[in-house]
C-alpha cells in the first residue's frame, strides 16, 4: 500500500471515528442537525442557532442544580435570564464555559462543536466570553494597558518582550474603547474608575478577543441609573454582532434590552417570551416576580 493511500486511509477513519463520537446514526437522527464534523476553528451556525443545551442535569450532593435543561440561542441574539436565587443561572454558565461537568446532556457551541469535550481555556479560545458579577481588571495598569493586555497574541515570555500594536490592532483597540464609553479615559488607572466604568472595561477585555457568545452575570448589580443607561445603549450595540446571554434581576433593565426571556426555577425553564409575557405567566409571579 502506498503512502498516499495510507493517510487516505487514516483520515477517512478518523472521520468514521467522529462521527460516532458525535452519535451519528444512518438516518441522521439529532446528528443530522447539530454535529457535523467541525472545521477548526469555525462555528458552525448554519442551522440557526449558536448555543444549544438538550436535557443537561447536574447534582452537588444529591442537590439537582440543573433538572433536564434545554434551551438555545440564535446567532446575534441577546438573551435575558431571569430567576430566583438557587433556580441554577450561574450553574448552568458554570456548565457552558467548561467550570462544570453535568452528569448527562448535550451542550453544543453551533451544530459541531460538543462542549463538554473541552477545557475552560479552549473554550474561551472557541470565541465564549464570561464576565462575572464583580468586575476583574488590573487597576494597576492603565484603561490601554488592560485592553493591550486582553488582545488574542502570542503570550509567550518572548513575544510579550517584544510586542507592539501594528494598525489593526490598534485601530480594534480604539474602536472598543468608543464602544464601552471610556475613550477620554484610554490613560486612567483601572483602580481610579468608577464600578460601573471597571465593569465597562471588563466588557471591552472580552470584546478584544473578539468572542461569538457572551455570558454576562449580573452586569449592571451596584451601577448608577446613569450607568445602567449606558450598559443598555452597550448591550444594544453589542447585539447582531455578538450573541449574548445576560443574567439580571434588574427589571427595568431587562424592559430595555430584552427580545426574549427565559425564566429559570429548580433548574429548568419555567418560562419563556417577551419581558411582558413571562410577567403575567402566573407561575412566575408565584416563584419570582410576586403579587
Known amino acids: 500500500m502506498t503512502p498516499d493511500l495510507m493517510e487516505e486511509g487514516?483520515?477517512?477513519?478518523?472521520?468514521?471515528?467522529?462521527?460516532?463520537?458525535?452519535?451519528?446514526?444512518?438516518?441522521?437522527?439529532?446528528?443530522?442537525?447539530f454535529s457535523r464534523i467541525a472545521t477548526p476553528g469555525e462555528v458552525d451556525i448554519?442551522?440557526?442557532?449558536?448555543?444549544?443545551?438538550?436535557?443537561?442535569?447536574?447534582?452537588?450532593?444529591?442537590?439537582?442544580?440543573?433538572?433536564?435543561?434545554?434551551?438555545d440561542i440564535a446567532p446575534g441574539e441577546l438573551r435575558c435570564i431571569i430567576g430566583p436565587n438557587g433556580a441554577g443561572k450561574t450553574t448552568m454558565m458554570d456548565i457552558i464555559t467548561g467550570k462544570t461537568r453535568p452528569d448527562q446532556g448535550r451542550v453544543f457551541f453551533g451544530s459541531t462543536i460538543d462542549l463538554l469535550r473541552y477545557t475552560e481555556p479552549e473554550i474561551a479560545q472557541m470565541g465564549i466570553g464570561r464576565k462575572f458579577q464583580k468586575p476583574t481588571v488590573f487597576e494597576q495598569l492603565t484603561v490601554f494597558q488592560n485592553l493591550e493586555l486582553a488582545l488574542k497574541t502570542n503570550k509567550a515570555v518572548r513575544a510579550s518582550m517584544f510586542f507592539a500594536l501594528d494598525s489593526a490592532q490598534s485601530d480594534r483597540l480604539l474602536d472598543v474603547l468608543q464602544t464601552i464609553h471610556l475613550r477620554e479615559h484610554v490613560g486612567r488607572l483601572a483602580g481610579n474608575l468608577s464600578h460601573g466604568q471597571k465593569q465597562w472595561l471588563e466588557i471591552g477585555m472580552l470584546l478584544m478577543q473578539d468572542p461569538k457568545l457572551l455570558l454576562l452575570d449580573e452586569?449592571?448589580?451596584?451601577?448608577?441609573?446613569?450607568?445602567?443607561?449606558?450598559?443598555?445603549?452597550?448591550?444594544?450595540?453589542?447585539?447582531g454582532k455578538h450573541s449574548l446571554m445576560v443574567v439580571e434581576h434588574d427589571m427595568s433593565f431587562i424592559n430595555t434590552i430584552s427580545d426574549i426571556v427565559t425564566v429559570l426555577c429548580d433548574g429548568s425553564v419555567l418560562a419563556q417570551g417577551t419581558l411582558a409575557q413571562v410577567q403575567a405567566d402566573e407561575r412566575v409571579i408565584e416563584v419570582y416576580l410576586g403579587r
Do not use: W
Not at 487514516?10 to 442537525?33: I, V, W, Y
Not at 452586569?219 to 447585539?239: H, I, N, Q, Y
Open 10 to 33: 487514516a483520515r477517512r477513519a478518523e472521520a468514521l471515528a467522529q462521527k460516532k463520537q458525535q452519535g451519528q446514526t444512518e438516518s441522521g437522527g439529532r446528528a443530522a442537525g
Open 46 to 71: 448554519t442551522h440557526g442557532r449558536i448555543l444549544y443545551l438538550e436535557d443537561v442535569c447536574v447534582s452537588f450532593d444529591g442537590f439537582k442544580a440543573i433538572n433536564n435543561l434545554s434551551l
Open 219 to 239: 452586569p449592571v448589580a451596584g451601577m448608577t441609573d446613569e450607568e445602567t443607561e449606558r450598559t443598555a445603549e452597550l448591550f444594544l450595540s453589542l447585539k
